[in-house]
Antibody, heavy 119, light 108 residues
Framework: EVQLVQSGAEVKKPGESLRISCQSS????????IGWVRQVPGKGLEWMGI????????FYSPSFQGQVTLSADKSINTAYLQWSSLKASDTAMYFC????????????WGQGTLVTVSS | EVVLTQSPAILSVSPGERATLSCRAS??????LAWYQQKPGQAPRLLIY???TRATGVPARFSGSGSGTEFTLTISSLQSEDFVVYYC??????????FGQGTKVEIK
């Protein structure tokens, strides 16, 4: 059974750094792209970017380029999303999701990680 | 960047009736259009990909159609659990995918 399990909720102050995780199981992690999606409370879904765990090739939405960093460790089937300096506007739910294969889209999703940034 | 516009923003339908949701793309995405369902407090769930292919386990009352710039998600007979939010997403312009702003289906 394919599963993506994300790390728990975080409460941070502006300017702090953060890394959240997404651990996969039930499939060949290295060979499937992992995408990240943001959802501000009460709002819609925003595409952030995607990474290929086998070689850590990553692409970012223009809106998030330079704001976050995607990484992956295929030895432990885990993808990461990190910030070097959080802002209050980063407060949101963050989802990871697996791309099913060439030509397909996001077929399995993590449960989400809520990040709250407040002074 | 491909902009997806969903309409209406809110759709009021009675249980058992048909719901028709629209998604328009600012440029052709061929048939690389997906639909997701999101229930409160949950992650999105893939319903339809490739414009018309149902994902594994999705009930037959959900169907997708369209190509190019105009797409439709139809729910043939609304059940109580279907009154939630639906998003379209284009997976054509790799790797800059985009989502629509969502349609909330509410009980009339």
């Amino acid at each position: 059974e394919v599963q993506l399990v994300q790390s728990g909720a975080e409460v941070k102050k502006p300017g702090e750094s953060l890394r959240i995780s997404c651990q996969s199981s039930g499939y060949n992690f290295a060979n499937h792209w992992i995408g990240w999606v943001r959802q501000v409370p009460g709002k819609g879904l925003e595409w952030m970017g995607i990474i290929f765990p086998d070689d850590s090739d990553a692409f970012y939405s223009p809106s998030f380029q330079g704001q976050v960093t995607l990484s992956a460790d295929k030895s432990i089937n885990t993808a990461y999303l990190q910030w070097s300096s959080l802002k209050a506007s980063d407060t949101a739910m963050y989802f990871c999701a697996r791309r099913g294969g060439p030509g397909s889209t996001l077929d399995y999703w993590g449960q989400g990680t809520l990040v709250t940034v407040s002074s | 960047e491909v902009v997806l516009t969903q309409s209406p923003a809110i759709l009021s339908v009675s249980p058992g009736e048909r719901a028709t949701l629209s998604c328009r793309a600012s440029q052709s995405v061929n048939n690389n259009l997906a639909w997701y369902q999101q229930k409160p407090g949950q992650a999105p769930r893939l319903l339809i990909y490739g414009a018309s292919t149902r994902a594994t386990g999705v009930p037959a009352r959900f169907s997708g159609s369209g190509s190019g710039t105009e797409f439709t998600l139809t729910i043939s007979s609304l059940q109580s659990e279907d009154f939630v939010v639906y998003y379209c997403q284009q997976h054509n312009n790799w790797p800059t995918w985009t989502f629509g702003q969502g349609t909330k289906v509410e009980i009339k």
